[in-house]
């Protein structure tokens, strides 16, 4: 049976922490600190980031090109569901994508309403049941959930983007050739975007701070 040892998951410490407990830095205190390491680094397989290690992955990918790595435990929100909150873990999927993860997990799946972790604090979910009427609403991270999870398959190579929307958007290929971009508009008003291929300009308009999923198919003669 094959064996993978991943690295993680790591919540490295937040920067203000780095101040007051002395320390070099995230990336420097765990990853760097094994990886560097010979006789360590060729038995990894990869590294896991959740929480505060959205500040270590960067340099950790830029100095460990070779590895995989996986954002581990999606930040959980305070229970209120917001669509503000969506649009920062909007980020959080944009940020980790772009340096380089290979998967992102979401927590939780499914709450009650308010639904409170074993820590006692509560929390967001994709889903909230009501556990008297079984009703079910599906809660704008859910949304967020499905534009990366329901166009992108398992294999999919992420591509370079150029343009003023970089830092909203992400583009992949999938196996089929289809090419998904997934973009999201954090403005009030509606926005309009031109996106440009090898050969055509398309134009798109963009609702007011909306996530949009555009789809392509290649066309073979």
Same mark, same amino acid.
């Given at each position: 049976?094959?064996?993978?040892?991943?690295?993680?998951?790591?919540?490295?410490?937040?920067?203000?922490?780095?101040?007051?407990?002395?320390?070099?830095?995230?990336?420097?205190?765990?990853? +760097?600190? *094994?990886? /560097?390491?010979?006789?360590? #680094?060729?038995?990894?397989?990869?590294? %896991?980031?959740?929480?505060? @290690?959205?500040?270590?992955?960067?340099?950790?990918?830029?100095?460990?090109?070779?590895?995989?790595?996986?954002?581990?435990?999606?930040?959980?929100?305070?229970?209120?569901?917001?669509?503000?909150?969506?649009?920062?873990?909007?980020?959080?999927?944009?940020?980790?994508?772009? +340096?380089? *993860?290979? /998967?992102?997990?979401?927590? #939780?799946?499914?709450?009650?309403?308010? %639904?409170?972790?074993?820590? @006692?604090?509560?929390?967001?979910?994709?889903?909230?049941?009501?556990?008297?009427?079984?009703?079910?609403?599906?809660?704008?991270?859910?949304?967020?959930?499905?534009?990366?999870?329901?166009?992108?398959?398992?294999?999919?190579?992420?591509?370079?983007?150029?343009?003023?929307?970089?830092?909203?958007?992400?583009?992949?290929?999938?196996?089929?050739?289809?090419?998904?971009?997934?973009?999201?508009?954090?403005?009030?008003?509606?926005?309009?975007?031109?996106?440009?291929?090898?050969?055509?300009?398309?134009?798109?308009?963009?609702?007011?701070?909306?996530?949009?999923?555009?789809?392509?198919?290649?066309?073979?003669?």
């Amino acid at each position: 049976m094959d064996t993978e040892i991943w690295l993680g998951t790591i919540n490295a410490p937040e920067p203000w922490e780095e101040l007051t407990n002395k320390t070099t830095s995230d990336f420097d205190v765990y990853a +760097n600190i *094994v990886l /560097s390491d010979p006789d360590a #680094n060729q038995y990894i397989t990869g590294v %896991g980031y959740q929480w505060a @290690g959205k500040y270590a992955i960067q340099r950790t990918r830029a100095s460990y090109p070779d590895k995989k790595y996986m954002q581990t435990e999606n930040e959980c929100g305070d229970g209120t569901n917001t669509w503000d909150y969506a649009k920062y873990v909007f980020n959080l999927y944009q940020h980790y994508f772009t +340096n380089g *993860v290979n /998967s992102y997990i979401y927590w #939780n799946m499914a709450l009650p309403p308010k %639904g409170r972790s074993t820590w @006692g604090w509560e929390q967001n979910s994709l889903i909230t049941v009501d556990p008297a009427t079984k009703a079910r609403i599906n809660n704008p991270e859910y949304f967020v959930m499905k534009h990366f999870s329901h166009y992108i398959i398992p294999g999919a190579v992420r591509l370079g983007l150029t343009g003023p929307w970089t830092g909203n958007a992400l583009a992949f290929k999938n196996p089929d050739n289809s090419i998904v971009l997934i973009i999201a508009n954090p403005f009030k008003d509606e926005r309009i975007l031109h996106f440009q291929d090898s050969e055509t300009t398309y134009q798109f308009a963009l609702k007011p701070e909306s996530f949009n999923t555009i789809i392509q198919f290649e066309t073979h003669g």
